[in-house]
């Protein structure tokens, strides 16, 4: 069974600051991992994904993340927070070669506030 | 990408009612699903719409409180039968392209009164 965990419900930083968010995956098989952001009273937007290419993933808004299959982590950053970056996000998997397919299991999220 | 819209955006219903929400993208699409955002929490998936056969439901979730149809590659809709407080949550639909991008709906946000 695949699960996502993202560590820090809550993560706060300064504008301009360093942005990380962190994600560790388990899952059976080599998988596909995607971030997604959560504006107020809005659905989802896929920032990026990794799908098996190259370890480094740049996505939308200034994102990327890396993946790293030695510790089970896929870290999302920004090198310079922005107050429009304040949302919720969302780390997912799916083991497309697994036993769940196509279904995404997402993590509980992580809040971030940019502070001005 | 692709776009997708959801009807209606909100509700607020009485308890022992229905509530069927629709979900439309603006292409052809293979895999659409259907999830649960209860209030502060995560993303659960309810069920898989497929395309002219029966919904592909998750444990915790029956045909009978969450029936599905899916008469083509660009509609679903989902019902919540008989509701009570609980099931007040955000509602969305996705659905995968191609590229194994999933693509979420706006919501549609439920109180249930």
């Known amino acids: 069974a695949q699960s996502v965990t993202q560590l820090g419900s809550h993560v706060s930083v300064s504008e301009g600051a360093l942005v990380l968010l962190r994600c560790n995956y388990s899952?059976?098989?080599?998988?596909?991992l995607f971030w997604y952001v959560q504006y107020p009273n809005q659905g989802l937007q896929l920032l990026l994904k990794?799908?098996?290419?190259?370890?480094l993933v740049k996505g939308i808004n200034g994102f990327e993340a890396e993946f790293k299959k030695s510790e089970t982590s896929f870290h999302l950053t920004k090198p310079s927070a922005h107050m429009s970056d304040a949302a919720e996000y969302f780390c997912?998997?799916?083991?497309?070669?697994?036993?769940?397919?196509?279904?995404?299991?997402f993590g509980t999220g992580t809040r971030l506030a940019v502070r001005p | 990408s692709a776009v997708i819209s959801q009807k209606p955006s909100r509700d607020i219903c009485q308890r022992g009612t229905s509530l069927t929400i629709q979900c439309q993208v603006d292409?052809?699409?293979?895999?659409m699903f259907w999830y649960r955002q209860q209030p502060g929490q995560s993303l659960t998936l309810i069920a898989t719409?497929?395309?002219?056969?029966?919904?592909?439901?998750e444990s915790g979730f029956v045909i009978d409180k969450f029936p599905i149809s899916r008469p083509n590659l660009t509609f679903s809709t989902l019902t919540v039968s008989n509701m009570s407080p609980e099931d007040s949550s955000i509602y969305l639909c996705?659905?995968?392209?191609?590229?194994?991008?999933?693509?979420f709906g706006p919501g549609t946000r439920l109180t249930v009164t």
């Open positions: 996705s659905v995968q392209t191609l590229s194994y991008e999933q693509y």
């Open positions: 899952s059976s098989v080599p998988p596909y």
């Open positions: 990794y799908t098996s290419a190259a370890t």
């Open positions: 997912a998997v799916s083991d497309m070669w697994g036993s769940s397919g196509d279904k995404l299991t």
């Open positions: 292409s052809q699409v293979t895999m």
């Open positions: 719409a497929n395309q002219g056969s029966e919904a592909t439901y």
